[in-house]
């Protein structure tokens, strides 16, 4: 099957990976987008994976106020570099983070930080921002969100606290 530049330019799209990776992946799914799109994934994951050692010093940090003032967001997310903090990528990653945490006030960004107290156990799903499943595409997890977004700007990613307000609380 002939791999086309239509073909190729939708699949980037979809990935955020380069034209090459985009070009082979779709060579070996003989020209299928959603197979290549799900290598790309895995190969994004792997990525992740090798990057998720490496120190992320840099970032923003993301503001969100919502209902009139009623409820507000501060979160601080970390890269490595801060040309990676200032692309469009990184940027809509962070304000969907806020929002996120808007939406669905999680207590914890990660499992770890939860304490053990007595025999009450927090449920993570909804107590840990990471596990919580994207209020955009509830097929996804916050996490699966970060791990697309350092595939697509080649850096780790941390998210490092957050602070929600709510008027009254």
């Not at 994004?44 to 209902?67: P, S, W």
């Not at 040309?83 to 983070?97: G, N, P, S």
């Amino acid at each position: 099957m002939e791999i086309t530049t239509d073909m190729i330019k939708a699949l980037r799209e979809k990935t955020g990976a380069g034209v090459m990776d985009c070009r082979n992946a779709l060579v070996n799914t003989e020209g299928n987008i959603e197979k290549a799109h799900e290598i790309l994934n895995e190969k994004g994951i792997a990525l992740a994976k090798k990057k998720g050692d490496r120190v992320a010093e840099q970032g923003l940090i993301e503001t969100y106020v919502h209902l009139n003032g009623k409820i507000g967001v501060m979160v601080e997310i970390n890269c490595e570099t801060d040309f990676v903090a200032r692309t469009e990528q990184f940027k809509e990653l962070a304000h969907d983070i806020a929002l996120q945490i808007a939406a669905m006030s999680p207590q914890f960004v990660s499992s770890e930080e939860i304490p053990t107290v007595g025999d009450e156990e927090i449920d993570p799903q909804t107590a840990c921002l990471l596990h919580q499943q994207f209020i955009k595409d509830p097929g996804k997890t916050i996490n699966d969100l970060i791990t697309e977004t350092i595939a697509k700007v080649g850096e780790n990613i941390k998210i490092r606290r957050f602070a929600r307000f709510e008027l009254g609380y």
